[in-house]
């Protein structure tokens, strides 16, 4: 119990003494990782606080990933590192050249007394619900990529309304929640409109759409772009056993079926661009140098994070679309 000390006459928040007397005896190694702390109720009637109070400066140590609880016998020194003053729990659907991008913007613009927790769910439900309710009173921010999983409001909306920022996706079911996401339906639209005068050279365009990964608006603003102009449009869910023909261009939205929509290309003697057309979601590096340049539809995914940092760092509660660009290179 000598470890805890509160005063009425420091002037500070007495949460904050809590928390400062732990920080103190992990600096002076009077307390080391295992340690048990005093508990709520010794900590409550020794210094006539409320037992809110004392709730409060564990939960922040906690968060902090400084203490840990364990049900039925108290809090225990978790971690020695009082360098940590906030713990970012970070959920991807997975991690690919454009997300890594994401991931390190976001990681350079916030204070390096900050930690961040990366997860992955990889478009698994279940996955995604363990994740989130593993960590449920953990961290004080949860940053989380929703992809185009159902039912995900029924998780998050478990977590602390304020502490969660979404990005990439959104819905009408996760408008409540902060976000910096694409409009994916008018990114669709209005880039393919803007590359049509290319795209016309062709004889008809094709979106290769898988519904486990891929987010619905990219359908909708596909079948918006085919409405709005006099041209032969289809939607193919696979190139397993397409014959490609010579005329056509593809909108691929996955790298996987981008290598192998050029080596079916290749197989049938076919030259991308003057042949076959494609335009690629998300750029990347490699779609610069790919078959003398490869045409993409993206989003700034640099932007993206050091946004989302941004409206972390000012506790920030907005929704906002990110910047897209359309990239024409030889490809189209």
């Given amino acids: 119990m000598s470890i805890i000390s509160v005063s009425e006459k420091l002037g500070v928040p007495k949460y904050k003494q809590i928390v400062s007397s732990v920080e103190d005896g992990l600096s002076s190694g009077l307390l080391k990782k295992g340690d048990k702390l005093p508990s709520i109720n010794s900590i409550r009637n020794k210094f006539d606080l409320s037992r809110d109070t004392v709730l409060m400066a564990f939960n922040e140590l906690k968060m902090r990933g400084i203490v840990e609880s364990i049900s039925g016998k108290g809090y225990y020194v978790k971690?020695?590192?009082?360098?940590?003053?906030?713990?970012?729990?970070?959920?991807?659907?997975?991690?690919?050249?454009?997300?890594?991008?994401?991931?390190?913007?976001?990681?350079?613009?916030?204070?390096?007394?900050?930690?961040?927790?990366?997860?992955?769910?990889?478009?698994?439900?279940?996955?995604?619900?363990k994740h989130i309710y593993d960590s449920i009173g953990n961290y004080n921010y949860y940053v989380v990529m929703p992809a185009n999983l159902p039912d995900t409001h029924m998780v998050l909306d478990k977590l602390p309304e304020d502490k969660v920022y979404l990005l990439d996706q959104t819905s009408e079911a996760l408008m409540h929640f902060p976000?910096?996401?694409?409009?994916?339906?008018?990114?669709?639209?209005?880039?393919?409109?803007?590359?049509?005068?290319?795209?016309?050279?062709?004889?008809?365009?094709?979106?290769?759409?898988?519904?486990?990964?891929?987010?619905?608006?990219?359908?909708?603003?596909?079948?918006?772009?085919?409405?709005?102009?006099?041209?032969?449009?289809?939607?193919?869910?696979?190139?397993?056993?397409?014959?490609?023909?010579?005329?056509?261009?593809?909108?691929?939205?996955?790298?996987?079926?981008?290598?192998?929509?050029?080596?079916?290309?290749?197989?049938?003697?076919?030259?991308?661009?003057?042949?076959?057309g494609i335009i690629s979601y998300n750029e990347t590096l490699l779609k610069e140098v790919v078959e003398n340049g490869i045409t993409t539809i993206s989003t700034d995914f640099k932007t993206m994070g050091k946004r989302l940092a941004q409206m972390l760092a000012n506790n920030e509660k907005a929704s906002v679309e990110n910047p897209n660009t359309l990239i024409i290179r030889n490809s189209l």
Avoid: W
């Avoid at 669709?188 to 519904?211: G, H, M, P, R, V």
């Avoid at 891929?214 to 032969?232: A, H, L, N, Y």
């Avoid at 869910?237 to 005329?247: A, T, V």
């Fill in 179 to 276: 976000s910096v996401h694409q409009n994916f339906e008018e990114t669709i639209f209005s880039n393919l409109n803007s590359a049509f005068y290319l795209i016309k050279e062709y004889e008809k365009i094709t979106l290769l759409f898988s519904d486990k990964k891929q987010p619905k608006g990219m359908i909708s603003g596909f079948r918006k772009f085919e409405k709005s102009v006099d041209f032969p449009c289809d939607i193919i869910d696979s190139l397993e056993y397409r014959d490609i023909k010579k005329g056509e261009v593809y909108v691929v939205l996955d790298d996987r079926d981008l290598i192998f929509l050029i080596k079916k290309i290749k197989e049938q003697n076919y030259k991308v661009g003057e042949d076959v």
């Fill in 79 to 129: 971690s020695e590192d009082v360098g940590v003053k906030q713990k970012i729990f970070l959920l991807f659907d997975e991690l690919n050249a454009f997300k890594e991008e994401l991931y390190y913007a976001f990681l350079q613009e916030l204070d390096d007394d900050i930690q961040v927790d990366i997860f992955f769910h990889h478009f698994s439900f279940n996955v995604f619900q």
